[in-house]
């Protein structure tokens, strides 16, 4: 089964609004990433942050991580009509897994 | 835009047909990835590649089969297409464990 639940699982507001999306997992992770994908092409990643880590930016994203929970909350502030894709979050788990397993992703819709 | 290519963008072929999808990459990473998506989004890895000689099965069982003679060659073969194998096939590379994959623009197989 799949590491990652973004949670929910589309989400529709207006440009201007910022959008949380949320990730859950399950085993432990070195990392976990978010990636954005726009219709019919390939994905883009976004952020990393590490399992020591807690909070990072890239702009207007924000990316947080609470390994005690294990979850994960991306932060997209000010959106805009680009904004609208869809996002994945994906982790890479401990241990020395060469493989990145990918969330079921979200859909978001930034209405102009 | 990365320098990960897959070719053909859109297949659509006949049931039994042999097909290979490629996918190269021109950033000399050693990790490969393929994952084949859901029309509802969901990403499932099905085959990987640690660097020449090495392919292992993801997490999704696939009929089909992979090579890596090459760094930066990664083809994707199916012996004899179904139906059921109607997906996108999105291939992806990275420079080493536990960092950001870079993804192909994804080939849209239709099988008839």
């Not at chain 1, 976990?32 to 019919?40: D, I």
Request: proline share 3%.
């Amino acid at each position: 089964s799949q590491q990652g639940e973004e949670d929910p699982q589309a989400l529709s507001i207006q440009e201007g609004e910022n959008a949380t999306m949320n990730c859950s997992y399950k085993t432990s992770i070195n990392n976990l990433q978010w990636y954005r994908q726009n219709s019919g092409r390939g994905l883009v990643h976004l952020i990393l942050i590490r399992s020591n880590e807690r909070e990072k930016h890239s702009g207007r994203l924000r990316v947080t991580l609470d390994t005690s929970k294990k979850s994960s909350s991306l932060l997209i502030t000010a959106s805009r009509a680009a904004d609208t894709a869809s996002y994945f979050c994906a982790t890479a788990a401990q241990g020395g897994s060469e493989k990145l397993v990918f969330g079921k992703g979200m859909k978001l819709t930034v209405n102009p | 835009e990365a320098d990960i290519y897959q070719t053909p963008r859109y297949l659509v072929i006949g049931t039994g047909k042999k097909i290979t999808l490629e996918c190269s990459q021109t950033m000399g990473h050693d990790k490969m990835y393929w994952y084949q998506q859901d029309p509802g989004m969901e990403l499932h890895l099905i085959h990987y590649s640690y660097g020449v000689n090495s392919t292992e099965k993801g997490d999704l069982s696939s009929e089909s089969t992979v090579s890596r003679i090459r760094t930066e060659h990664f083809p994707l073969t199916l012996e004899s297409a179904r139906p059921s194998h109607t997906s996108q096939y999105l291939c992806a590379s990275s420079p080493a464990m536990n960092t950001e994959a870079f993804f192909g623009q994804g080939t849209r197989l239709t099988v008839v």
